[in-house]
């Protein structure tokens, strides 16, 4: 019908209405918005509404997954989540349905079956495949009229780039759950807007998905072609290019402005600052130049060996986003948690002085201080810093860079090459709450120790959550190659036959949740094996393994015809060595 749904526009959302009716309240009526002559009419009575599935030339499709939050219900019995909408930096952190009274197992509650489905089309390594996923349309429930109810401002597009399970809590009582961080695509070529013929075509049965991408958001046709590589140029950012459309004023229903999701244009605040110097903004930064500036940092050398106060602090600041927490923090719980950083991975002879990096970071063009006053010194003592506690932590653009996993990986693997090579990583990571980035393989999920059982020897029973691994990829594979290691060709010898271990280029642990996929697989004797998932040894872009060390190559990878490598998972395997700056 021409429809559009607005980026910030506030819809009614009541159940049942009439789709006739564009209207409803003084707002426009969601379900005449949506009205569709393919299409059932759809629903945001639950926080995951999906629009059923066609079959259609290419295979089944769902059209859209409707996501509504109620900021008003978070933390309640009804609904325990509290859901993140960063939409500043395009990133939503949304929780399933699981509940503490749900009997069932965690991933086959309605909602989380449905995303967990669509999460699995979202992980496509093909276009075709990526042109099947579904879309998921990003609703929050506002206050409209004096009531929470019943009505929803529209947020954007969305693709899911990570999905962990959690141990969530209600009065005391611990439940399992999924969490889904989303990336909210750029809709700016489309004036903000989505075009519900999109919809519409995808619903329907007589179109290919190649005829329904032509009616999709340029945002959505390019992480179609090319996958979640794309998420940095294709992710919502507030700031915009001069000239580029800004989303539009919302009113409330007397008629004042109304702030919505979406913060307007920065502004100078009473300090006379902003968030960024009028050079940064109109300096655009890519992933590349991000880890240019991160191998550049002017640091002090003290006995011939770098200082760690700027590297520490800012793996900090990239904890922060890997976390969903806000970018910022003021200057008190910055100089607890980087002075305790500086105490434990610091230098041995260098002071805990937190104050050095909080202002000297200013100079990376990666760092953005705020609420200091204008005549204050560039290097404010720590007593200036108490009395006024300003805040501190990465830039916007920084910031939207790194809430992609794949250029997160590359830059903690850079600032721990460069800077911190003589770090326990494991500990350094696990004490920043990123586990699993010093390895390929990740860090598994947990075992909960549930009693204690008597005898010779102590036993615990322990209840697990493992990642489920198909058995007939494993010997697949092997098979293939014959149990030889594919970098140095060794089959090891058994007394009933031969040996070998498949390894996982993306891992399968938290936080890479790499696909348990043929193309994701190699097969290596257990000397290698270990040295891949250590980060000893990478793969570069003509197929030659190399020492991440000094990059000495080892020869060629053996392949077979019938085994084809996924350059996106390898790339990703060379992020966390530190070695994909070159690309």
């Known amino acids: 019908m021409g429809s ?48 059923a599935k066609v079959k259609a030339p290419g295979g089944q499709r769902r059209p859209a997954i409707l996501i509504r939050s109620s900021p008003w219900k978070a933390g309640t019995a009804e609904t325990p989540w509290h859901d993140v909408f960063d939409l500043n930096n395009g990133h939503v952190r949304y929780f399933g349905d699981h509940r503490v009274d749900h009997t069932v197992p965690v991933g086959s509650t309605q909602g989380n079956a449905v995303l967990l489905d669509a999460f699995a089309e979202h992980q496509a390594s093909t276009p075709e495949h990526r042109a099947l996923a579904v879309p998921l349309l990003l609703f929050a429930a506002v206050t409209r009229n004096k009531t929470p109810k019943g009505y929803v401002e529209y947020c954007g597009v969305a693709v899911i780039e990570r999905v962990e399970q959690i141990e969530q809590e209600t009065k005391g009582r611990p439940f399992p759950n999924y969490c889904y961080d989303l990336a909210v695509l750029d809709l700016s070529t489309e004036d903000d807007q989505v075009d519900w013929a999109w919809i519409e ?27 979640h590589l794309a998420l940095p140029d294709v992710r919502r950012q507030t700031a915009r290019s001069e000239g580029s459309p800004m989303p539009r004023p919302r009113s409330t229903s007397d008629g ?20 960024l110097s009028a050079a940064e903004q109109q300096e655009e930064l890519s992933p590349s130049t991000l880890m240019d500036r991160l191998r550049t940092l002017k640091v002090h050398h003290r006995n011939g060996r770098r200082s760690r106060h700027k590297p520490l602090s800012l793996l900090w600041g990239i904890s922060r986003i890997a976390a969903g927490k806000p970018r910022i923090a003021p200057w008190r719980e910055f100089r607890d948690e980087v002075g305790d950083l500086l105490a434990e991975f610091g230098l041995p002879e260098s002071h805990e002085t937190p104050e050095y990096p909080f202002s000297r970071l200013k100079t990376s063009k990666l760092w953005h201080i705020e609420g200091l006053p204008p005549d204050s010194s560039d290097e404010p003592s720590s007593a200036t810093l108490e009395r006024i506690n300003p805040s501190a932590g990465l830039n916007e653009q920084v910031a939207n860079l790194l809430t992609d ?84 060709g060794l089959q090891l010898s058994t007394r009933f036959g031969s040996y070998s271990e498949a390894a996982h280029i993306r891992g399968l642990g938290r936080p890479h949740n790499g696909p348990d996929k043929l193309s994701n697989l190699l097969v290596l004797c257990p000397n290698h094996h270990v040295q891949f998932d250590a980060l000893a040894i990478y793969i570069d872009t003509a197929g030659a393994v190399r020492m991440t060390a000094d990059d000495a190559s080892m020869g060629q990878l053996r392949q077979h015809p019938a085994h084809q490598l996924d350059e996106a998972h390898l790339r990703y395997h060379r992020a966390l060595c530190g070695r994909d700056h070159d690309e």
């Open 4 to 51: 559009h749904l607005r980026v910030g526009e506030v819809l009614r959302s009541a159940q049942n209405r009439d789709p006739s009716i564009p209207v409803i309240d003084g707002y426009p009526n969601i379900h005449h918005v949506t009205a569709s002559d393919t299409l059932a009419q759809i629903q945001l009575s639950k926080g995951i509404n999906p629009v």
């Open 201 to 227: 075509a995808r619903g329907n049965p007589a179109l290919s998905a190649a005829d329904t991408l032509e009616l999709a958001p340029h945002a959505w046709r390019q992480w179609v072609e090319h996958g």
């Open 256 to 275: 004042r402005e109304s702030p919505g999701l979406f913060p307007s244009p920065r502004q100078p605040d009473s300090a006379g600052t902003t968030a």
């Open 405 to 488: 996993p794949f250029v997160r990986s590359q830059a903690v693997a850079v600032l721990r090459e460069t800077y911190l090579a003589d770090v326990d990583h494991h500990e350094l990571m696990s004490r920043l709450g990123l586990a699993g980035y010093e390895s390929a393989s990740g860090v598994p999920d947990d075992g909960d120790e549930q009693e204690t059982e008597p005898g010779p020897a102590s036993r615990r029973t322990v209840t697990l959550s493992r990642i489920i691994r198909d058995p007939e990829l494993t010997a697949t594979v092997k098979r293939l190659h014959s149990d030889r290691c594919q970098v140095c």
